[in-house]
């Protein structure tokens, strides 16, 4: 298809270059420097979408980042599939494939449409009017409809195959728009020696003045040199960094600053090896905000059919692009500016109508308007549209006296209409700066006021709209931005330029016959709403700008509402009878327009997504086919199946191992932190709940951590090394925050005590060999310890050496069997751990992983913080008080425990249970009540913490918090599971030999 | 993301530090003279401010040390960091930094 609507000459597209693209799998032609709407607009395509909600027919409305109607979807392949792009911003490639999006099956017919024929009974908070009961037909009713028959694109079916990169940069002056002002912001910021960053969403420099057919000649003096050499000057300046295609979309505290740079999706064919998107983070020290100016539109019945389109809009498809956008053309406008884009569009070869809804129009436009013979309807307003997949007509009608429309109406044949309600500066960046906005009556808009940040704005954004007072405001600017950045200023600075009115008319809908509101104004065109839906919240209370936009869904969508918040204010207001300031604004929030997920993602996925934490044995354990877990960031070998056995069976085998023979297990991943000094003493005794001042040299104790509320934080074995040096151990998972709670007090509480602390978790590799027969094992290999019961007793702490490698060894069990933990420099952890496995094979020595673990320790009764305690229990509820130092005045957390709610006697505390059918394993989690098939609600008395399956005792085994449990024992209470009530009986958490022989042998 | 100005390394982004709470609440020297609701008190009651405020902060990426810092918590604005032991700095100290 030709591109009828291409101009002869002029514009910034490549005529040498012809483009092919699909759009809907229909072949179309474009050129180099097209968007993919010049490229459809020059090929007469206007209808590119149906709308949110009634599925109406929609054109492409402007030319910008503020679209809000021609959304598609890019796609390249299955994976590679974008939707909701702005057609506006796609840069048109060769084999570029777009799809039209909310529409089925097709764009010309779509049956959905039958939601604008339902549209009067649609109104504002239908949806919570209409669905409310039955409620739960929201989950399998409701909701899966509406999400089907409104909504914008799809997403891809595969993972995103792309790459995307992150990079943080600081700056003295961060320049946001490339467009008269931001250009000589940055200029002016550079030639006083400032490091700039210039970015822009744009593919080229220049913002605004792109769209206009000479664009260095509204610069006035020297306007095109000045162009010129700036750009030039910018690109060649090692100083400064010029981000195209680069969208500033959020401000953050600080003066930090989110870029989106798209480095290659205007490219036919992306080199695989480069990102496809880079995210910076850039710390600025003074951001100068050139953010330019969105054109509003104007609110009148039948003003969304595709056809009608922003004023501004058609005259950059004219200038930039060499596109008319239609041959005949109406303008309705309510300001003077807005004529620029006739007189264009005339001597294009156009004929243009022109409609002002003014009283008179006398401006030097309008006056070269009627001399070069336009048609100027003023006291004119428009009641009406027609054409269903493209506007053909629209209808007009005279104002009287009093702005009513009461006069004589007249049908208007066109196939384009420009509208243009004044310009609202873009003060989203400097709003989420927690900028204040003040209300220009004159300009009608709210203009950039005090922000707590080191931000300044140029141009249009703060009302500055004339090209050359945009570049005079820059110039201040950039001057002042890298004074406050701490640059030697010796250049006379230019004073700001004052903001000037562009001669906007209020703000709002256009008078409508008998003052009534008029049907299918639209107001907001991505989400449908209508200025009928906004007089509707109005009326049915909704006073606050942020409840009705709530209720009417205004500018909620992926716009927030770039071309539709002040009119949507504008008509609430009038309908409430107060000013605008009076009924606020609502928030701008981040981003500005949508990010892709992958850029926030950046480098952090697959294997970087986190850290991985392996030990030195994990290597080993991997060969011998372990199933690992995770636990935290470390990775732990949880069992070792053989032959192709079940978790059930290794589990049943390792513990069997452990009991009767001997087990090796990789405790590495245990915290250990070093606590050394002169005080280091007095230090474990204000902050665990222990005594430590009669622990020996030489000896080992199962120390417990609490808050300063009483609860159980964390705990694990303490070796007195020196009567100086403790090597403390945590939990796996407890081991940072440990640390972090040590330097807490040690920094700001206890300041009198000289003590270091060590965080030694990653230089130890620790061996567990446990089982009746490890002291035999461990003989062989051991250097300078006597391992015998009377010289190492259980608790007994030794330094020594294995295979030669010095050595700390504690004879500690937390299996309940004689057992030892051999901790030796990491380096040399797989090395000592091998010669134990080797010298352990006549005597059956066997692995065994995390699981294992587990159920050797509940059949024990020992807990594990974090999963038997939940950050409520006490050291009394665990039944650990025999740990806890009698003579202390004072550690962290004794106050606390002294409150009476902390020993009621209904408090949760902690017993065993075992189920009547001894086979059945309770779940993890599950409640426990007093009776057996009452009807719910039933007030639960416990929980289930820990639950296994014990080869050992042949049954099944569980430790519970239970309500009082201790004066329980023997009661059978009941774990109601869907089918069936499960019996279970109350006992001692210590299943297995209780008087604790085996761990003494 | 906030930029703190550690008073031992200079400025530095805040993933590099962990919020410690409201400054200045010192744990009460024989906790036992304390009665339930004075021990409460010190546990629980931090103030909410809007406005200027006294919180702790420790650069835990980084020295690892714990400080004190005043923060308008309208703007983000820090008005200062300073050492753990050391006063809050006096109005007259302030003037002149921009809230
Ligand atoms: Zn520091």
Same mark, same amino acid.
Request: hydrophobic share 20%; glycine share 8%.
């Given at each position: 298809m030709s591109q009828g609507l291409r101009t002869v000459s002029g514009g910034r597209i490549n005529r040498a270059r012809p483009v092919r693209f699909t759009f809907d799998g229909r072949e179309l032609s474009g050129l180099e420097g097209d968007t993919l709407a010049s490229a459809l607009l020059a090929n007469g395509v206007h209808l590119v979408g149906r709308s949110f909600k009634y599925h109406r027919p929609r054109g492409v409305l402007t030319a910008g980042p503020e679209e809000p109607n021609a959304l598609v979807a890019i796609r390249r392949d299955a994976a590679r599939v974008t939707p909701n792009l702005r057609a506006t911003e796609v840069e048109l490639y060769e084999g570029l494939e777009a799809h039209s999006q909310n529409r089925w099956p097709s764009l010309g017919f779509d049956t959905g449409a039958i939601n604008n024929l339902l549209a009067p009974f649609i109104p504002a908070g239908f949806y919570y009017k209409t669905f409310m009961w039955p409620r739960r037909a929201w989950q399998w009713l409701y909701e899966p409809r509406i999400r089907a028959a409104t909504g914008l694109g799809l997403a891809p079916e %595969?993972?995103?195959?792309d790459s995307y990169s992150n990079r943080f940069a600081h700056c003295d002056v961060l320049v946001v728009g490339a467009g008269p002002a931001g250009l000589a912001a940055a200029q002016s910021a550079a030639a006083r020696g400032a490091r700039v960053i210039l970015c822009d969403e744009q593919p080229e420099l220049g913002g605004s003045l792109l769209g206009e057919a000479d664009p260095g000649a509204s610069l006035g003096e020297n306007g095109r040199d000045w162009l010129a050499d700036t750009i030039r000057g910018l690109l060649a300046n090692p100083r400064v960094t010029v981000l195209t295609r680069t969208t500033a979309f959020g401000y953050f505290p600080h003066n930090l600053i989110g870029l989106e740079q798209r480095l290659s =999706? %205007?490219? *036919? $064919?992306? =080199?695989?090896? $480069?990102?496809?998107e880079r995210q910076w983070q850039v710390r600025a020290r003074q951001v100068v905000l050139a953010t330019g100016a969105i054109e509003r539109p104007l609110v009148f019945p039948?003003?969304?059919?595709? @056809?009608?389109?922003l004023a501004g809009a058609v005259r950059t498809y004219l200038n930039r692009y060499g596109v008319l956008a239609g041959r005949r053309a109406v303008l309705i406008t309510t %300001?003077?500016?807005?004529?620029r884009s006739a007189l264009d569009l005339k001597r294009a070869g156009a004929t243009v109508t022109i409609v002002d809804a003014r009283n008179g129009a006398s401006g030097e436009l309008a006056e070269t308007a009627r001399r070069e013979g336009l048609a100027v309807h003023t006291a004119t307003t428009v009641i009406g549209t027609r054409g269903r997949l493209r506007v053909r007509s629209i209808r007009i009608q005279r104002l009287d *006296? %009093? @702005? $009513? *429309?009461r006069g004589a109406t007249e049908r208007i044949d066109c196939d384009l209409v420009l509208m243009s309600g004044g310009y609202t500066p873009s003060v989203h960046l400097f709003s989420q700066s927690r900028g204040k906005l003040a209300w220009s009556e004159g300009l009608h808009a709210f203009l950039p006021a005090e922000s707590p940040e080191k931000v300044r704005c140029a141009g249009a954004c703060r009302g500055v709209f004339s090209a050359a007072a945009a570049r005079g405001d820059g110039e201040s600017a950039g001057a002042r931005a890298a004074r406050d950045a701490g640059l030697t200023v010796d250049i006379v600075i230019g004073e700001p330029q004052p903001a000037q009115s562009s001669g906007t008319a209020a703000a709002g809908d256009l008078p409508q016959p008998g003052g009534a509101p008029p049907a299918k104004a639209f107001v907001d065109w991505q989400n449908d709403v209508t200025s009928r839906d906004l007089l509707l919240a109005a009326r049915e209370g909704f006073r606050s700008i942020e409840h009705v936009k709530r209720y009417t869904t205004t500018g909620m969508a992926t716009d927030q509402g770039k071309t539709s918040n002040l009119n949507a204010l504008a008509i609430v207001a009038r309908q409430l009878g107060k000013s605008i300031p009076e009924v606020g604004l609502t928030t701008f929030r981040m981003p500005y327009t949508p990010v892709t997920f992958g850029s926030f993602a950046g480098y952090t996925r697959g294997e970087l997504f986190d850290p991985i934490r392996t030990t030195p044995i994990h290597d080993w354990a991997a060969r011998q086919g372990a199933v690992f877990e995770d636990v935290g960031l470390w990775k732990r070998a949880r069992y070792f199946p053989r032959n192709g056995e079940s978790m059930h069976a290794a589990v049943a085998r390792e513990c069997q191992a452990v009991r009767s023979g001997c087990g090796l297990f990789d405790a590495s991943t245990l915290g250990k932190i070093e606590v050394v000094g002169k005080d280091a003493v007095t230090f474990m005794n204000r902050l665990y709940v222990n005594g430590w001042t009669n622990l020996a040299v030489g000896r080992c104790r199962y120390g417990i951590l609490l808050r300063d509320d009483g609860f159980i934080y964390d705990d694990g074995v303490v070796a007195r090394i020196a009567e100086d040096r403790f090597h403390v151990t945590t939990t796996t998972g407890g081991a940072a925050r440990v640390l972090a709670m040590m330097e807490d007090y040690l920094q700001?509480?206890?300041?009198d005590l000289s003590v270091w602390l060590t965080s030694t978790s990653e230089q130890w590799s620790v061996i567990a060999l446990q089982g009746p027969r490890a002291r035999q094992v461990l003989e062989a290999l051991v250097q300078e310890v006597d391992l015998s019961a009377a010289a190492l007793p259980h608790m007994g702490a030794a330094t020594g050496r294995i295979c030669g490698i010095p050595m700390r060894l504690f004879r500690v069990s937390f299996t309940g069997e004689l057992g030892f933990e051999i901790n030796v420099p990491a380096d040399h952890g797989l090395a000592v751990w091998e010669a134990i496995h080797a010298a352990g094979e006549p005597h059956g020595i066997t692995p065994y992983g995390t699981e294992t673990m587990h159920v050797l320790r509940a059949e024990k009764g020992f807990v594990i913080v974090g999963q038997d305690t939940d950050g409520t229990v006490t050291p009394d509820d665990a039944g650990l008080t025999w740990a806890i130092g009698k003579q202390k005045p004072d550690f962290v957390g004794k106050r606390a425990l002294e409150r009476p709610a902390m020993h009621s006697p209904e408090r949760k505390q902690l017993v065993g249970l075992l189920t009547a059918q001894p086979h059945v394993v309770l779940e993890e989690g599950a409640q426990i009540v007093l009776d057996a098939r009452t009807t719910p609600p039933t007030r639960p008395i416990g929980h289930v913490t820990s639950s296994y399956y014990s080869a050992t005792l042949g049954r099944s085994i569980a430790l519970a918090l239970v309500r009082a449990g201790r004066s329980r024992m023997g009661q059978t209470l009941y774990v109601p599971m869907p089918g069936e009530d499960l019996a279970v009986q109350v006992t001692s958490p210590v299943f297995y030999d209780p008087k604790g022989s085996r761990l003494n042998a | 993301m906030l930029l703190i100005n550690c008073p031992y390394c200079g400025e530095r982004p805040e993933l590099e530090f962990v919020h410690g709470g409201q400054a200045h609440i010192a744990r009460p020297g024989d906790p036992a003279e304390c009665s339930d609701q004075q021990w409460a008190e010190y546990l629980y009651r931090r103030d909410n401010i809007k406005g200027l405020h006294g919180e702790r902060w420790r650069h835990t990426h980084g020295c690892g040390r714990f400080f004190n810092a005043l923060r308008d918590t309208t703007s983000d604005v820090f008005l200062a960091t300073y050492k753990v032991g050391e006063q809050p700095p006096t109005q007259a100290q302030l003037k002149g930094v921009k809230a």
């Open positions: %595969h993972p995103d195959p =999706d %205007h490219l *036919a $064919q992306p =080199d695989c090896r $480069q990102p496809r039948g003003n969304d059919r595709p @056809g009608v389109m %300001h003077d500016e807005a004529y *006296a %009093h @702005g $009513q *429309a700001t509480e206890w300041t | -």
